[in-house]
């Protein structure tokens, strides 16, 4: 007859020799795991290895793996000449979940909390799953165009530098960093600003940074101005800091300045949210009489504007237009920005712009969300923005984002023309594509998906007086983007003979 602890162990444990994961580490933590809920109590003695073997049908090395494990582990202790004896250690509190489990089943870890808790709609995830080898997005760079050998030596170099350590175990710094004063150094030379560290912050993206300044600017039902088309991300933003969102039109000349005049009175705005580079998702840029209307009226008016130039970076002909909070005077543009689209996505940084007294409101909120921040990205940034790295850089992938912005517009001169209208970008990651006649773009996206294309939901425009995609073409090289354009035209004939 086997001994009490032997049945608990045939009752305890069981593994898959299929699994990636050794047999002998299955095995050892279902052993921990029943010691943790009191099966198997401190100074039971365990069964020799051979009889243990025998008991799960393993080989008998692998049962001396097992309680090796166990041991290294603290678990058990193994006397010689007298046998392998449970422990429980001080330390070891943390439940261990077995791989596979029988009557412990009822100890799985809740999915349901036993207590209320907020719900937020506006949260609700916006990510959808796709197997699909070619997917268009909303206007992302290339990875593969990032200097991945250059990138290796950069950060290897930056991890190197001695007064690194130096600067983590330091509690507070009197003096900007260095990273902030060649931030301020490079804003000022490629946009037109006159900051200085006191008027910048650092972030780890254009989201955390709307999130920090909406949380400053805006209480419940506080009016916030949106184009009649916007961003979702920067919605949900506002939504959730508990803004009352209120649709501006926008043309060709971007966000109607005069529509504010006529619909709202002085004091009932809080804050006026544009993308003047180029307004997210049609692509218009606002005009130089409707910035300086803007400016005059959020002064008169007393509502703050809150600059979102999330691909300033990006232009193909002729100058950028300079951010408004550049021209600024009043202190009533608060510039959200985005630097380091030509490293990877985590080497890239957000930024705010805004009066010093903001500032300094802006920085208690982020040390609260990330107090630690990034020493390593700071440093490399610095050095590269010194060197002129970023600089050759972005100059570097415009001319290839160009020729795809060209090849493209071609592609769709070919396969779409009479079917679409679309103004050429003169700089962006996307382009704004209006079907003529009006169809079903979730139809579309279900017929594109069909043949091995990803259109996500939040590119797709369409309500009573829109249907439309924001194409971006960034990520796609030539080939690839008449593969897509290919594919997409399918769908589309496909959709049209429903």
Same mark, same amino acid.
């Given at each position: ?60 090395? !692998? ?5 090796? #494990? ?22 070891? !509190? ?25 719900? %937020? ?14 997917? +268009? ?102 939504? #959730? ?70 691909? &300033? ?76 790295? +970023? ?19 071609? &592609? ?8 679409? %209208? ?42 009573? !007086? ?33």
């Amino acid at each position: 007859m086997n001994s009490p602890v032997s049945d608990l162990i045939k009752q305890l444990v069981s593994f898959d020799k299929a699994s990636v994961q050794p047999v002998y580490i299955q095995v050892a933590q279902q052993i921990i795991n029943g010691i943790q809920r009191g099966y198997l109590s401190k100074g039971s003695k365990l069964p020799g290895t051979r009889v243990f073997s025998e008991l799960l049908n393993i080989h008998r090395n !692998t049962a001396v793996a097992i309680y090796e #494990e166990l041991a290294s582990q603290g678990w058990v202790d193994i006397i010689p000449n007298r046998g392998t004896f449970v422990l429980v250690p001080e330390q070891a !509190t943390a439940k261990i979940k077995a791989t596979a489990e029988r009557i412990d089943r009822a100890y799985n870890y809740p999915k349901v909390a036993g207590f209320p808790f907020q719900k %937020s709609f506006h949260l609700a995830s916006t990510l959808q799953e796709t197997s699909a080898k070619y997917i +268009i997005n909303d206007g992302q760079p290339d990875l593969r165009l990032h200097p991945v050998h250059q990138f290796s030596r950069w950060y290897s170099a930056a991890m190197k530098r001695k007064p690194l350590i130096n600067k983590w175990n330091r509690a507070s710094v009197a003096t900007p960093s260095v990273f902030k004063t060649q931030l301020c150094n490079y804003l000022n030379a490629t946009r037109g600003f006159r900051i200085n560290p006191n008027n910048v912050i650092s972030t780890r993206s254009t989201e955390m940074s709307l999130y920090i300044v909406s949380q400053l600017l805006i209480k419940k039902d506080d009016v916030v101005l949106v184009g009649q088309l916007s961003h979702y991300a920067s919605n949900t933003i506002f939504q #959730e800091a508990g803004a009352a969102l209120k649709a501006i039109p926008v043309d060709d000349e971007g966000l109607d300045v005069d529509y504010i005049k006529k619909h709202f009175i002085k004091h009932s705005i809080r804050c006026v949210y544009v993308c003047a580079h180029r307004q997210y998702p049609t692509t218009k840029t606002l005009s130089a009489q409707r910035r300086l209307q803007l400016l005059q009226l959020a002064k008169t008016y007393g509502f703050a504007i809150i600059e979102d130039d999330y691909d &300033y970076d990006f232009q193909f002909e002729g100058s950028a237009m300079l951010p408004m909070a550049s021209a600024d005077a009043n202190g009533m543009v608060i510039y959200l920005g985005k630097m380091g689209q030509s490293l990877f996505p985590s080497f890239q940084t957000g930024f705010v712009v805004a009066p010093d007294n903001l500032i300094a409101e802006a920085h208690n909120y982020l040390s609260l969300l990330d107090e630690q921040g990034d020493l390593i990205q700071e440093q490399m940034l610095s050095e590269l923005i010194s060197e002129g790295e +970023i600089y050759r850089l972005v100059k570097k992938n415009i001319v290839t984002y160009k020729q795809r912005r060209d090849c493209l517009c071609r &592609y769709l001169q070919q396969y779409f023309d009479g079917i679409i %209208s679309y103004e050429q970008p003169s700089g962006g990651l996307a382009i704004w594509l209006q079907f003529k006649h009006p169809l079903s773009l979730v139809k579309l996206a279900e017929e594109a998906a069909r043949i091995d294309l990803f259109l996500p939901k939040t590119i797709l425009y369409q309500d009573k !007086t829109t249907c439309a995609i924001r194409f971006g073409f960034g990520h796609l090289n030539e080939d690839e983007l008449e593969i897509v354009i290919k594919k997409l035209k399918r769908a589309y004939d496909k959709v049209l003979n429903f």
